[in-house]
């Protein structure tokens, strides 16, 4: 029997991030090959003629899955019983900015569409934040959106993960599916910590760990390190624009592992609300290696933080702390 549609969210919908998402998600990129979706496509009035455009687009490409748009720049209406909602929207970071410059422009988008997805979205409702400061927008929808349980909101480090990922596989030439379990801490900023202490590589002779494999403590510790926490600004400077069809393809690879689950003896990273697990200070949304099972994540427990580690794992909690407070204040003006 033909599943039930699933309604999903994307705010920004005309921007970059949201023209490379939807038609992923009308693909079931997202929530698999064989799951119906209804798009719900929310952009400001400025963008309204090229929202309008991207939901001819969808239609023109009559995808199979879609079974239904709703384009509009009515936030309730965008909201009204989805069960998926993909934050994209906002204002992005430009070239030479620090992420703080877009803090205050952000927060209050969060704090209004947070009281609308209270009200509005389906009451199990799942919530990636992508748009930028995407742990503090986080933490801003969840504190302003009481009603929604805080395992529910999310942000978006998926896109740090497989970037770490991309870096170790071609650093020994293997292909990027044969490595796993790195882990992204923290802020998805350039002070977030990739770290590879319980990566491996899937080999010819079995699973072996990354630190085994290169020995290069100097980069693992040095470039490595500050390729994946630089790799955002280096896409900027590139193309000019932010990155999109990867932010776009890693938000798929968030909510198909949370709803559908990780592979066994995988983990992902997410940013999740902190229990204060390896001593991150609760009450930040903070990215931590994560496991799901139906539909819910467990933050993987007891893995080993050396000195270093520990000292990045607290660095990016201290921003984090910052933000927040900052956050708060630009609420406040
Ligand atoms: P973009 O400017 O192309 O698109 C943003 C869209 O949001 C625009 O269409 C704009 O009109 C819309 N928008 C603005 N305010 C809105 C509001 N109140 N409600 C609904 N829509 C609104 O930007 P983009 O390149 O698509 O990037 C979107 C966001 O994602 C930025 O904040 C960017 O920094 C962030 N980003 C995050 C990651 C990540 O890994 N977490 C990666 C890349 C980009
Ligand atoms: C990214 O990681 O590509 C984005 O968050 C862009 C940015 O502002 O760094």
Same mark, same amino acid.
């Given at each position: 029997?033909?599943?039930? =549609?699933?309604?999903?969210?994307? +705010? ?10 939807? =038609?992923?998600?009308?693909?079931? %990129? ?9 798009? !719900? ?22 995808? =199979?899955?879609?079974? $239904? ?9 965008? &909201? ?13 970071? @430009? ?6 410059? %877009? ?16 009200? !509005? ?8 934040? /992508?748009?930028?400061? *995407? #742990? ?8 302003? *959106? ?15 993960? #497989? ?18 379990? /790195?882990?992204?801490?923290?802020? !998805?900023?350039? +002070?977030?910590? =990739? ?7 899937? +080999? ?49 690879? !968030? ?9 066994? $003896? ?12 390896? #001593?991150?200070?609760? $009450? ?7 496991? &799901? ?17 520990? @000292? @990045? ?16 204040? &630009?609420?406040?003006?």
């Amino acid at each position: 029997m033909a599943k039930d =549609p699933v309604r999903v969210l994307v +705010t920004g919908a005309a921007g970059q991030i949201g023209y490379a998402l939807v =038609p992923m998600v009308a693909r079931g %990129v997202m929530l698999g090959p064989d799951q119906p979706v209804i798009l !719900h496509l929310l952009d400001i009035p400025p963008a309204a003629e090229a929202l309008n455009g991207v939901k001819m687009e969808l239609v023109d490409a009559a995808f =199979p899955l879609l079974k $239904g748009v709703v384009a509009t720049t009515d936030v309730v209406e965008a &909201c009204t019983g989805v069960n998926v909602a993909v934050m994209v929207g906002g204002f992005p970071r @430009k070239e030479g900015m620090e992420r703080k410059d %877009v803090m205050s422009k952000n927060v209050s988008i969060y704090k209004s569409q947070a009281s609308a997805l209270e009200k !509005h979205a389906a009451a199990n409702v799942k919530v990636l934040v /992508v748009a930028n400061p *995407a #742990n503090t927008n986080a933490l801003i929808l969840k504190e302003f *959106a009481p009603s929604i349980p805080e395992k529910n909101i999310t942000c978006l480090t998926r896109l740090d993960h #497989n970037r770490a990922l991309g870096q170790i596989s071609e650093r020994l030439n293997v292909q990027v599916s044969d490595v796993k379990n /790195v882990i992204i801490w923290g802020n !998805h900023s350039s +002070t977030q910590y =990739p770290d590879v202490n319980h990566a491996t590589v899937k +080999t010819p002779s079995g699973e072996k760990p990354v630190r085994a494999l290169i020995a290069d403590d100097a980069w693992l510790q040095g470039e490595f390190i500050t390729t994946v926490q630089q790799r955002g600004a280096a896409i900027i400077k590139a193309r000019k624009l932010s990155s999109a069809l990867s932010a776009a393809s890693s938000a798929c690879d !968030h909510i198909r592992d949370w709803v559908l689950g990780t592979p066994e $003896g995988t983990w992902v990273s997410m940013g999740v609300y902190s229990d204060g697990s390896y #001593n991150v200070p609760a $009450g930040l949304i903070y990215s931590f290696p994560v496991t &799901c099972r139906n539909g819910e994540w467990t933050i993987v427990q007891g893995l080993s933080v050396d000195e270093f580690s520990r @000292k @990045k794992l607290d660095l990016t909690a201290e921003e984090l702390t910052e933000e927040k407070a900052l956050a708060y204040s &630009c609420l406040q003006d």
